[in-house]
């Protein structure tokens, strides 16, 4: 059964760039690969979405290399607050039935 | 209004009640979810409900009914739910079908607790 796998954990320190990454073997050819944020106790929230190529906004960067199979969520310059668990999410169509489903999530910690 | 409410925030009920998780949102989003999320693990999808039929059931056991009363609620009723239930039970909206195009919109979730 194919899973959309992440590093478990990273840990960086407060002013650096991080960047985490998600692999989704499987993805379809119309799909979009979309990154949340979750904090403790919180639903996830929204960071950035891409297809192709680069992407970028106010808080994250995101980069998909051309075959797809992968995405790198870039994070610049860091903060304590920061620290939160990064999901990707991706369509997955094993069980028959089309959803999307979200990546195993990487704990990231940043430290002072 | 761009937030999903749940509520109750927080739930303690014994293995024979019947409670309801409730879940509100006035985006006018058309496609609601229900997420069950066991500690440090991801969101694992529960039911999918598009222009207000359930679109998709994840071989959920039948203790948990969802129902769609109309586009911005989504309720979640509880019955005779097991110890292993216990979980944060996250509400999520988005515009169109299951399609994430701009993004899903979580709620707060509701913490449950089976005794």
């Known amino acids: 059964l194919a899973k959309t796998t992440q590093p478990i954990s990273m840990d960086s320190y407060e002013g650096q760039e991080v960047n985490i990454t998600c692999s989704h073997n499987?993805?379809?050819?119309?799909?979009?690969i979309t990154w949340y944020q979750q904090f403790p106790s919180q639903g996830p929230r929204f960071i950035i979405q891409?297809?192709?190529t680069k992407v970028t906004n106010e808080v994250a960067s995101l980069f998909i290399p051309a075959d797809r199979k992968s995405s790198t969520l870039s994070l610049p310059r860091v903060s304590l607050s920061d620290t939160a668990v990064y999901y990707c999410?991706?369509?997955?169509?094993?069980?028959?039935?089309?959803?999307?489903?979200f990546g195993t999530g990487t704990r990231l910690k940043v430290l002072a | 209004d761009t937030e999903v409410t749940q509520t109750p925030k927080h739930l303690v009920m014994g293995m024979t009640n019947k409670k309801s998780l409730k879940c509100e949102q006035h985006m006018g989003h058309r496609a609601m979810y229900w997420y069950k999320q066991k500690a440090k693990k991801p969101p694992e999808l529960m039911f999918v409900y598009s222009y207000e039929k359930l679109s998709i059931n994840e071989s959920v056991p039948s203790r948990f009914s969802p129902e769609c009363p109309n586009s911005s609620l989504l309720n979640l009723h509880l019955h005779a739910l097991q110890p292993e239930d216990s979980a944060l039970y996250l509400c999520?909206?988005?515009?169109?079908?299951?399609?994430?195009?701009?993004?899903?919109?979580f709620g707060s979730g509701t913490r449950l607790t089976v005794v």
């Open positions: 999520a909206s988005s515009q169109d079908g299951q399609d994430p195009l701009y993004g899903y919109t």
């Open positions: 891409g297809y192709k």
């Open positions: 999410l991706v369509g997955d169509t094993n069980s028959g039935t089309y959803k999307y489903i």
């Open positions: 499987n993805i379809a050819t119309n799909d979009y």
